[in-house]
């Protein structure tokens, strides 16, 4: 689907410039054309002929004399049908999300779904069987080529193992989730969509409502603030019930799989240890008072307050000057960033905006928020932010640029092995920020603009690591409470209460209709306790630049090559290269530290 490129206003008045729009056609022509018809219809065959030719046949395969090259045939089939499975779900999932209101839109959407799910059903003997295969006669056939290859992917999905269950009842979870998760996946997006916001006279979807609470007036702040709790407070009915249901059905699987904890399921995709995400948050929790506490404090100093609604806490400072921010502007910031960091990394950034995959202005029905979607290793990712020119979108821009660098250096690594954990996947974009930040505080003399802008990464950083911790505390209340029972919007209101307050500290008055927001926070309803990896993120990053700024020379090449191999490898042995160790709860105090250190700078800047 071919979509030509747009212009759109900023709130002031003045162009932003052509907003590109992304050109899906590098993927399918359209929702109706032929090619992507016979790729469905092809994918439900090939399913079903990859079943029969087989299913219950593996283990004598592994057995053979020449165990290697038959298991290899078999995965690289499987690996080739799960690309052309992700090329047509990423598709349907990119139009849909172009306008999800649109209800020729999600029926694709929906149709797309339910023919893949009901012909990838076909697929779930595979890891099931291999797992089941013993373990010596597995490691010896992967040990030599050509299945070689595919030892970091076997090793991957071996730690499954414990949680798999019988053949049967995978199918069931499998088929019921278009009606379960999905189905109230997708409830939730349509009505977010659907929600309009009256502030001031002007009707508004989630998203430019939103940016009012970055707006430097703060009657248009508080008037954007109290729209947002008028109308979420009105469909809080939809929001506890889809939060109650996806809560339950978590439980139901949890159950059923044999995990301990409400989050064990995020950390074993993750690949990452319980204890590793423990140690993380209790190093967060107990910095609250010297990062959030002591930031919104000085903050609300600056505003002669003594505390701060909740709608002024990413308010743009008094006294600086807000310029919007044109997107040739954006662009040139964020390449440059790259350019001067590694030139590979600023090439492979370039090509989004040369070859159109990016969406970028704001339209009803699209999608809120940002995203980088990788799509299939036979293909390329593509970007949607809603660009409204403000400081924190060059950021965003920056944010999900590194994602897709990323995605596309992984990609050489086959449909199986290029995704990357979560807690792994927010480095590059994490990264990306900061060498854009870096490059823009580098370029101001302006005190009073460096300020703006110190303050603004803080802002940025306290968001990433307090706010998402914050936010994986309120999801492990709720879920725990889950298993005692439904909890009612009051209780859900309640809960975000305690860990808002927690975490923002005294100097934030959470005023009356805050307690609603918890609501519109997507993370809760598509992915329970991805919000960690956000904090993980940041703080693995603050330790990877610290390392940078130490010693630069080879820096780029080993960073590089991280990206590059994709979900081949385990954390530690990514940041062996660079002498760091996510195990170690010191680790986490470096990441921290460098927050701790901008408040400090900050302090030292007040008028």
């Not at 499954?160 to 499998?174: A, N, S």
């Not at 995704?419 to 302006?446: K, W, Y």
């Not at 960073?559 to 940041?575: F, I, P, V």
Request: proline share 5%; hydrophobic share 40%.
């Amino acid at each position: 689907m071919t979509i030509s490129s747009t212009g759109a206003q900023a709130r002031d008045g003045n162009t932003l410039g052509g907003l590109p729009e992304w050109d899906l056609s590098h993927l399918y022509p359209g929702m109706e054309s032929k090619a992507f018809a016979d790729d469905l219809a092809r994918a439900e065959e090939e399913c079903k002929a990859f079943a029969a030719a087989y299913r219950g046949k593996l283990a004598a395969m592994a057995a053979a004399p020449d165990a290697s090259e038959q298991l290899a045939a078999v995965v690289a089939r499987y690996e080739k049908l799960e690309d052309l499975l992700g090329r047509l779900m990423s598709y349907a999932g990119l139009v849909y999300s172009g306008d999800t209101t649109d209800p020729k839109r999600g029926k694709f959407y929906g149709d797309t779904q339910e023919r893949l799910t009901a012909a990838s059903s076909d697929l779930l003997f595979f890891t099931l069987e291999l797992n089941r295969i013993d373990d010596k006669v597995l490691a010896e056939a992967a040990s030599k080529a050509p299945l070689a290859h595919w030892r970091p992917w076997l090793e991957d999905i071996a730690k499954d193992k414990p949680f798999q269950l019988d053949d049967r009842i995978e199918q069931l979870f499998h088929e019921k989730s278009v009606t379960g998760r999905a189905a109230w996946n997708r409830l939730f997006d349509e009505t977010i969509a659907s929600l309009r916001f009256t502030v001031d006279g002007e009707e508004l979807t989630l998203e430019p409502t939103l940016n009012k609470l970055q707006e430097p007036q703060e009657e248009v702040r508080r008037a954007g603030a109290e729209a947002l709790a008028q109308v979420f407070r009105a469909n809080l009915r939809i929001f506890t019930l889809v939060t109650n249901t996806l809560a339950k059905d978590k439980e139901i699987s949890d159950r059923w799989r044999g995990f301990e904890d409400v989050a064990d399921s995020r950390h074993l995709a993750n690949r990452v240890e319980r204890e590793v995400v423990e140690a993380l948050v209790e190093a967060v929790q107990q910095a609250y008072p010297r990062l959030s506490h002591r930031y919104y404090a000085l903050k609300a100093r600056w505003f002669g307050k003594d505390k701060l609604a909740h709608w002024d806490r990413n308010a743009p400072l008094p006294k600086v000057e807000m310029r919007t921010i044109g997107w040739e502007e954006a662009r040139d910031t964020v390449l440059g960033a790259y350019g001067e960091f590694s030139p590979q990394m600023a090439d492979i950034a370039r090509r989004f905006f040369d070859e159109r995959w990016i969406d970028a202005p704001v339209r009803p029905g699209k999608a809120p928020g940002a995203f980088a979607h990788p799509t299939v290793p036979s293909a390329h990712p593509y970007v949607l932010l809603n660009y409204l020119g403000k400081p924190r979108d060059v950021m965003t821009l920056a944010h999900e640029l590194g994602h897709g660098v990323h995605q596309v250096l992984a990609a050489p690594n086959g449909a199986l092995m290029a995704p990357t954990p979560l807690t792994l996947a927010e480095t590059a974009s994490v990264f990306g920020e900061m060498l854009t930040f870096r490059r823009l505080v580098d370029a101001t003399s302006d005190k009073r603009q460096r300020k703006a802008m110190l303050a603004a990464k803080v802002e940025d950083m306290i968001n990433t690591v307090v706010r998402q911790i914050a936010f994986y505390t309120f999801e492990r209340h709720v879920h725990t409470e889950r298993r005692a029972g439904e909890l009612t919007s009051e209780r859900l209101c309640d809960l975000w209460l305690k860990v808002q307050t927690e975490s923002l500290g005294p100097s934030v008055d959470l005023r009356p209709g805050y307690e609603v927001f918890w609501a519109y926070i997507p993370h809760f309803i598509h992915s329970p306790f991805y919000v960690y990896a956000y904090a993980f993120g940041d703080c693995l990053v603050n330790s990877l630049y610290g390392v940078y700024e130490g010693a630069r020379e080879g820096f780029a090449e080993r960073y590089l090559a991280m990206l590059a191999a994709g979900g081949t490898k385990h954390h530690s042995e990514l940041l062996a290269p660079f002498g760091l160790d996510a195990r170690d709860p010191a680790f986490w105090q470096i990441g921290l530290g460098m927050v701790d250190r901008l408040i400090t700078e900050l302090e030292g800047l007040e008028d």
